[in-house]
Structures are given as structure tokens and as C-alpha cells.
T-cell receptor
Framework: DTEVTQTPKHLVMGMTNKKSLKCEQHMGHRAMYWYKQKAKKPPELMFV???????INESVPSRFSPECPNSSLLNLHLHALQPEDSALYLCASSQDNPFLAGIGDTQYFGPGTRLTVL | LAKTTQPISMDSYEGQEVNITCSHN???????ITWYQQFPSQGPRFIIQGYKTKVTNEVASLFIPADRKSSTLSLPRVSLSDTAVYYC??????????????FGGGTRVLVKP
């Protein structure tokens, strides 16, 4: 199973709403990632979790709050978003095995959640 | 992090070979070169990864010269379904900290009948 799943596929929310995006993988990967992608632009890294600990936060506004409840799940909690936050939100995972010296750590991406903020 | 530069777009025809060259002049010693393919409204899909010389798999080949300052993705005999954006990335895994990759602008490949 080399699949990363994301729910929901589409989400429309108002600026005062609170919502969550979910990501799941069962490949035994220990690193999970959130990316944001605007139309016709490359994905931009937001957060990286490694062994369920936040290892990278790319100066993302606090209205985005990541959570990694266990090694298979990654959530992104959304609150008080702005219309400019509308984008495709991608989740990815990678093995992140510190013993695999000399091997690049391939990231596997989910299909994304298309978020629209009204 | 090493910055990558790719052509913005390329056109090709079915059955032809497509070669996309990526420049990464500041590549670090431990960086790997990875290529992803992305269709509209889908997540990027891993194509191939290499460190030096040549790597080949069932879908593509990756050529990396000795100085590693560039790399070329080669897609043999493309079909209409290969129309997508192709991203070249360089980066290295950081032990127990994930793998920070930076996507460049990507190359939009249009395969025509």
C-alpha cells in the first residue's frame, strides 16, 4: 500500500469557521508533511512532522495548526482563515529512516484537499 | 537549499522523447535530485531519483553529469497522458527531521497528437 489519503476532497468554509483537514498513511512512514499549492504555482512546504514531533514550521500563520496524533495520522486545523488561504492543501509522507544512510527520502503525496474560503 | 531552474514549458508530440534539463548550481554534497510529475488538481507523483551518473526505471531516465550542477529527465516515447507539470527538486534527508524539499517552478509539458 503506497497510498496517502486525504479528507475531505473539497471544503468550503467561511472566515469565522473552524475546520480540519485529515491525512492518513499506512506505509509505516515516520515523516509527514503539509504543503499549500495555489493555482499554477509549485507546492509550498508548510509543516514537517518527524516521529510525531513538529520538526519544521515554515513561518506559517497561527490560523493553521497542525497535529500529529500518531504515526499514521496528520491533521491540519483551520480557524479564522482568509480568502487568500484558498488553495489545494497537500499531505505527503516519507520513510525518514535515520539508518538508511545514502538513500534519498522519497515523499509520497496524497490527492489534496481543495479549500475555498469565502 | 539548492535552487533549481527549469524551462517554463515544452511542447512535444506523441511517440517522441522528451528531455527536461534542470540547473542546480548550488547543489550540496549530500543532496539528492528528485523528479515529480503533477497532473491538475492531483498531488505530485514521484518519478525518479538519483545522486550521480544515470538512473533508469520503467518510466524515465535521469542523467546527472559528474559536477552534478544539472540533471536531465528523459521521458521515452511520450503519450498524451504524459501532459503534466514536471518538478525537479534537490534536497537531503535530515535524520529524524524529515526531508525539506523546495519545489521550483516546474516545467509544463504538453504532448500533442
Amino acid at each position: 500500500d503506497t497510498e496517502v489519503t486525504q479528507t475531505p476532497k473539497h471544503l468550503v468554509m467561511g472566515m469565522t469557521n473552524k475546520k480540519s483537514l485529515k491525512c492518513e498513511q499506512h506505509m509505516g512512514h515516520r515523516a509527514m508533511y503539509w504543503y499549500k499549492q495555489k493555482a499554477k504555482k509549485p507546492p509550498e512546504l508548510m509543516f514537517v512532522y518527524s516521529y510525531e514531533k513538529l520538526s519544521i514550521n515554515e513561518s506559517v500563520p497561527s490560523r493553521f495548526s497542525p497535529e500529529c496524533p500518531n504515526s499514521s495520522l496528520l491533521n491540519l486545523h483551520l480557524h479564522a482563515l482568509q480568502p487568500e488561504d484558498s488553495a489545494l492543501y497537500l499531505c505527503a509522507s516519507s520513510q525518514d529512516n535515520p539508518f538508511l544512510a545514502g538513500i534519498g527520502d522519497t515523499q509520497y503525496f496524497g490527492p489534496g484537499t481543495r479549500l475555498t474560503v469565502l | 537549499l539548492a535552487k533549481t531552474t527549469q524551462p517554463i514549458s515544452m511542447d512535444s508530440y506523441e511517440g517522441q522523447e522528451v528531455n527536461i534539463t534542470c540547473s542546480h548550481n548550488n547543489i550540496a554534497t549530500n543532496d539528492y535530485i528528485t523528479w515529480y510529475q503533477q497532473f491538475p488538481s492531483q498531488g505530485p507523483r514521484f518519478i525518479i531519483q538519483g545522486y550521480k551518473t544515470k538512473v533508469t526505471n520503467e518510466v524515465a531516465s535521469l542523467f546527472i553529469p559528474a559536477d552534478r550542477k544539472s540533471s536531465t529527465l528523459s521521458l521515452p516515447r511520450v503519450s498524451l497522458s504524459d501532459t503534466a507539470v514536471y518538478y525537479c527538486l534537490v534536497g537531503k534527508p535530515i535524520k529524524a527531521a524529515g526531508n525539506k524539499l523546495t519545489f521550483g517552478g516546474g516545467t509544463r509539458v504538453l504532448v500533442k497528437p
